[in-house]
């Protein structure tokens, strides 16, 4: 049987010769920045070109809210740094979304790796999240954690909507070659 492509919205699966292979997510590495959710109006300009799919804009990268009618509400340029875009951005009047929306929840958390659980401040698996909220990768017994560990509920979205990742531990694969 030949190979057989087929799309999925945002997953692709690749068959072939009866064995299924589904691609994981790139990681975001850690003190990159995710993109900032475009208020409704408004756009953001990035002062560097954007980041290849899963991965984050650099630190020192500067980000510039145009607002459609002329008029902002809050910091009009934010500056990624360390993974976290600071000020937080501001908003486009009369959209409803409050200028310092430091203290709107987010609604949508990180995915969930592989042989992992997130761990949520709020006790809560199901959002909204309160801003501030935090985020914390733990793995199943016998994997490693590596990578972003942690995330923070800031201006709407977790500051890294992807964390790291679940490895076999090094003494489970020994183990296991046996």
């Given amino acids: 049987m030949q190979s057989l492509n087929i799309l999925i919205p945002f997953l692709f699966i690749l068959s072939v010769n009866c064995q299924t292979v589904i691609p ?37 990268t500067q980000a510039t809210l145009t607002c459609l009618g002329g008029d902002y509400s809050g910091a009009k340029n934010v500056t990624c740094n360390s993974g976290i875009w600071t000020p937080l951005i501001g908003s486009c009047p009369g959209t409803g979304i409050p200028a310092d929306s430091s203290s709107a929840p987010c609604l949508l958390g990180p995915i969930t790796p592989l042989n992992g659980q ?11 999240w309160p801003a501030g909220s935090t985020v914390q990768l733990t793995c199943n017994p016998g994997y490693t954690p590596t990578g972003i560990l942690h995330a923070t509920c800031i201006n709407r979205v977790f500051n890294s909507t992807v964390l790291g990742e679940c490895n076999l531990s090094p003494a489970k694969i020994l183990f296991k070659s046996i």
């Fill in 24 to 60: 994981r997510p790139k990681r975001q590495s850690a003190g990159l920045c995710p993109a900032i959710a475009v208020p409704i109006n408004g756009e953001i300009k990035y002062s560097s070109e954007a980041p290849s799919l899963g991965s984050g804009y650099s630190n020192g």
């Fill in 118 to 128: 997130l761990k949520y401040s709020t006790g809560s698996l199901l959002g909204p």
